[in-house]
């Protein structure tokens, strides 16, 4: 039986976007039932409310026209969904060896102040994605441990297996290309994955493997193929 996978990315909704014009288009475009939907990132332009406001809206909808059940749907960040405030950080004259920091100009160029991110709040900033996320899959997203970013889900009936990655859990409106994987999440995938051998596995993350804002360090590839994954979606 073929399988059919409907894969969503980098929507960018605005505060002025009509949602319901991009599902008509999908449902003049898409006339076949959807086994499974993937989004990959990138829900507002820039992760503001109105946007997000609409973003949840889309999804909800689509979910309700295809009869797509929680179950069956994937949904992982991009840095758009990254939100840009300061309560991440705090300001400081000067750094400690292994802090996150920025280095800022203030006033003249003979001042400078640092930048630097707090540790027990700085995965708050996927707050809006992560409440759109429990609406969408009805599976809490981790907002206390980066290496904790990950979804499995598996299907006996198709015999295969989706593996979501946070490829923008060190991206923030200073550092805004730092795309990578979490060693420890994608550790954690991949015993999930290992339960299930001879499973078609397809691992989704946001960012791209070449181009400007490509991951630069793409060893993981390696490892999901060791895995058993054939199929990435970003």
Not at 2 to 29: A, C, M, P, T, V
Not at 65 to 72: D, G, L
Not at 104 to 114: Q, R
Not at 127 to 141: I, M, Q, W
Request: aromatic share 8%; with cysteine.
């Amino acid at each position: 039986k073929l399988i059919r996978i409907l894969h969503l990315s980098d929507l960018h909704f605005r505060k002025d976007d009509d949602h319901k014009q991009l599902l008509n288009i999908l449902d003049e475009d898409i006339q076949d039932d959807i086994d499974y939907l993937v989004v990959s990132g990138d829900l507002s332009d820039r992760c503001n409310e109105t946007g997000y406001q609409n973003a949840a809206e889309f999804l909800s909808e689509l979910q309700t026209r295809r009869s797509i059940p929680q179950e069956r749907c994937i949904l992982v960040p991009g840095n758009h969904d990254v939100q840009r405030d300061l309560g991440s950080f705090e300001i400081r004259e000067k750094v400690d060896n292994g802090d996150d920091a920025v280095k800022v100009m203030a006033g003249d160029l003979e001042t400078i102040i640092y930048l630097v991110r707090k540790a027990s709040s700085y995965a708050d900033r996927f707050g809006r994605f992560a409440a759109v996320h429990k609406k969408f899959t009805g599976r809490d997203y981790d907002l206390t441990d980066p290496g904790k970013q990950i979804c499995v889900l598996v299907s006996d009936q198709h015999r295969l297996q989706f593996l979501g990655l946070n490829s923008a859990w060190q991206i923030d409106q200073f550092r805004p290309r730092r795309a990578s994987i979490h060693p420890d999440a994608l550790d954690d995938g991949l015993k999930s994955l290992r339960q299930n051998p001879g499973y078609l596995g397809i691992a989704v993350w946001h960012h791209a493997l070449t181009g400007n804002d490509k991951i630069p360090n793409d060893v993981f590839l390696g490892r999901l193929s060791q895995f058993g994954v054939r199929l990435c979606l970003h």
